[in-house]
């Protein structure tokens, strides 16, 4: 019976380790998810931005792509690519961003992508204002 004095304590210590490293892996992925959803919301921006900042009834500018990455940059991503010219009425817009991680550090440096496109109707683009 002496011989069998603290293997529990050992079973208990390597529980408590594999249940801690499970916890940061949820937590990293946790992560992962998030920066997917904060991509995306920054593509949906970013590709709106572009496509209302050649609207002349809103009278904004003439330079969707600056417009696009300024959006991205507010929202915490890079814009990757542009397909925005002036004068067209959609845009599409890529972006990109790099999830915080603590514990899965084959994942860093890896970066999410995401990408939107938004239109507007053509006539918008060819209003005038008569005043």
């Known amino acids: 019976m002496r011989t069998d ?8 210590v390597m529980c408590a380790l594999i249940l ?10 946790g992560s992962m998810l998030h920066a997917r959803a904060r991509a995306q919301s ?3 921006a970013a590709a709106l931005a572009a496509v209302t900042e050649q609207a002349p ?6 330079d969707p792509e600056q417009a ?3 959006e991205a940059d507010r929202n915490g991503a890079a814009l990757t690519r542009c397909d925005c010219a002036v004068g067209q009425s959609s845009a599409t817009v890529e ?13 860093f440096g890896r ?6 496109r938004a239109a507007l109707d053509p006539d918008v683009l060819s209003y005038r204002d008569a005043g």
């Open 5 to 12: 004095r603290g293997a529990v304590s050992i079973v208990a």
């Open 20 to 29: 801690c490293l499970g916890a940061l892996g949820a937590a990293d992925l």
């Open 42 to 44: 920054a593509a949906d």
């Open 57 to 62: 009834i809103l009278g904004r500018g003439d």
């Open 68 to 70: 696009a990455r300024d």
């Open 95 to 107: 972006v990109t961003v790099t999830p915080r991680l603590t514990f899965l550090s084959g994942w």
């Open 111 to 116: 970066r999410v992508r995401a990408s939107a």
